[in-house]
């Protein structure tokens, strides 16, 4: 029998990571678990996130970041452990799991494919290939209707 007693949810400060959350307090809510929620803090002084999104630079900022946005996207009945770390968010991911003993780890992803996702890379495939724990992906709503119906490969090469 699978018990869930500790969950992890990555958050990167947007909107889309929301969508890991939905899951973690489905599940939170059926094993009775504890929720963490972990911001890796990473990147250069004055480092943009997706969309124009400014990132914290201190791990105060981080901490004030993240508090705002629990209070701001998730309901107050959520019963949360915010979690700030600084460094390489696989290897902050990875270490947290393993000293944490957790039992699932949720991650939203942003959808990337083609050309963008070899660039780029993924921090979610990087944690489902090298991390013991199972891990659960979701894809925000919006990417969901969007790789379904397009591949960008093509676009990214300009092809077409």
């Known amino acids: ?26 599940l939170g809510t059926l ?13 250069k002084d004055g480092a943009h996130g997706k969309e124009g999104q400014t990132l914290p630079r201190t791990e105060e900022e981080a901490e004030k970041a993240l508090e705002e946005f629990v209070r701001t996207n998730i309901p107050g009945e ?32 942003h959808g990337r494919t083609g050309v963008r996702h070899m660039v780029m890379g993924s921090v979610a495939e990087r944690i489902v290939r090298l991390c013991s724990v ?17 591949e960008d490969i093509e676009k990214d090469l300009h092809l077409r």
């Open 78 to 109: 959520t019963r949360l452990m915010r979690v700030v770390r600084k460094g390489v968010p696989v290897d902050e991911i990875r270490a947290f799991a393993q000293e944490e003993g957790i039992d699932l780890i949720i991650m939203a992803t």
């Open 134 to 150: 199972p891990v659960l992906t979701v894809k925000p709503q919006p990417f969901r209707e969007v790789i379904l119906q397009r």
């Open 1 to 26: 029998m699978i018990f869930l007693k500790k969950i992890l949810v990555t958050t990167d400060l947007s909107p889309f990571s929301l969508a890991a959350m939905e899951y973690a307090t489905s």
């Open 31 to 43: 094993y009775t678990s504890r929720i963490y929620l972990l911001y890796v803090l990473e990147g």
